[in-house]
């Protein structure tokens, strides 16, 4: 099982920007494909962001396409989620995931390691 820390979180104002990360720890995760999600107040948890083992795949909500980009740096055993122009409805929790395989995927279900998430609050 794979230790998934998040950091980053914060109060921004709309439009502005955060970076989030997610260190992995216990094993490796270059072979592992990873997720971002966030779960809104009331809201159910949802899928924001993926990216494959390698890297070379990346998949968004259609929410947040455009202004959400993330990225992988294996040697670091680190994912990244940087967030720009965000919108008071970013406001959430945002989990990191890590499944066992490298295949992009945006089910919750097919995720196995799990952070304990970080707040991100976008002010309006």
């Known amino acids: 099982q794979v230790q998934l820390i998040e950091s980053g979180g914060g109060l921004v104002q709309t439009g502005g920007s955060l970076r989030l990360s997610c260190a992995a720890s216990?094993?490796?995760?270059?072979?592992?494909?990873m997720g971002w999600f966030r779960r809104a107040p009331g809201k159910e948890r949802e899928f924001v962001a993926g990216?494959?083992?390698?890297?070379?795949?990346?998949f968004y909500a259609d929410f947040v396409k455009g202004r959400f980009t993330i990225s992988r740096v294996n040697e670091k055993n680190t994912v990244y989620l940087q967030m720009n122009s965000l919108k008071p409805d970013d406001t959430a929790v945002y989990y990191c995931?890590?499944?066992?395989?490298?295949?992009?995927?945006?089910?919750?279900?097919?995720?196995?390691?799990w952070g304990q998430g970080t707040q991100v609050t976008v002010s309006s």
């Open positions: 995931a890590a499944r066992r395989l490298a295949t992009l995927m945006a089910r919750e279900d097919a995720y196995d390691s």
């Open positions: 990216i494959s083992g390698s890297g070379g795949s990346t």
């Open positions: 216990g094993r490796t995760i270059s072979s592992s494909a």
